[in-house]
């Protein structure tokens, strides 16, 4: 069955800490891996996208891995801000024009 | 570019009625998207359109759901009739070729 795992369910981290968040997926056939940060009330914004033949990715502050052998990706935010305060999507491309499985999300919560 | 456009942003109508929404991808991509986001179910894909044409639609739930792109720079989903289970956040995305989607503002849907 083709499914997006994400973990942790939600997190809070003080600001200026680091953190990382995890994502799972069993989906095959493999085309890309992304990961969106959507704020309360908008719509997902792009911060990476990544093919099985690459294993980093950077976004200023966001670097996302993939190790397509063991279907394991993660997004590590540095130096976090109060406005990193979101929901982090991991989205998993299973064929080449895009039909997407989208995982639970990672709500982060990021305090003074 | 403004970006992904959809209207209306906020949509409250009694069950039974028709709904439509409306969006205006970026000019010169050529794929759109159609989302629909809940607490209970996240993100789901429900048609992907590519140069105007329908590729997938498996995920449009039944058939009082419908869209349409009769050009390049717009697209529609209607909801005839609409229930209250259809209530939820309807975003559209667009994207050149692979590239990464850029999603709209999206429509807060609300069925009484």
């Known amino acids: 069955k083709n499914q997006v795992e994400q973990s942790p369910q939600s997190l809070i981290i003080l600001e200026g800490k680091n953190c990382t968040l995890q994502?799972?997926?069993?989906?095959?056939?493999?085309?890309?891996l992304r990961w969106y940060k959507q704020d309360t009330g908008r719509g997902p914004v792009s911060l990476t996208i990544?093919?099985?033949?690459?294993n980093t990715k950077s976004n200023g502050r966001y670097t996302a891995t993939l190790d397509a052998d063991t279907k394991q990706s993660s997004l590590h935010i540095t130096a976090s801000q109060l406005s990193d305060s979101a929901s982090y999507i991991c989205?998993?491309?299973?064929?080449?024009?895009?039909?997407?499985?989208f995982g639970p999300g990672t709500s982060l919560s990021v305090i003074p | 570019d403004a970006g992904v456009i959809q209207s209306p942003r906020h949509e409250v109508t009694e069950m039974g009625q028709e709904v439509t929404l409306r969006c205006k991808p970026i000019?010169?991509?050529?794929?759109l998207f159609w989302y629909r986001q809940t607490m209970m179910r996240g993100l789901e894909l429900l048609i992907y359109f590519n140069n105007n044409v329908p590729i997938d639609d498996s995920g449009m739930p039944e058939d009082r759901f419908s869209a349409k792109m009769p050009n390049a720079s717009f697209s529609t989903l209607k909801i005839q009739p609409s229930e209250p289970r259809d209530s939820a956040v309807y975003f559209c995305?667009?994207?050149?070729?692979?590239?990464?989607?850029?999603f709209g503002p999206g429509t807060r849907l609300t069925v009484l």
């Open positions: 994502c799972n997926y069993t989906v095959s056939p493999f085309s890309n």
């Open positions: 990544m093919t099985f033949s690459e």
């Open positions: 000019s010169g991509h050529n794929s």
């Open positions: 995305a667009s994207s050149l070729e692979r590239a990464l989607q850029f």
């Open positions: 989205v998993v491309s299973k064929t080449s024009y895009d039909k997407v499985i």
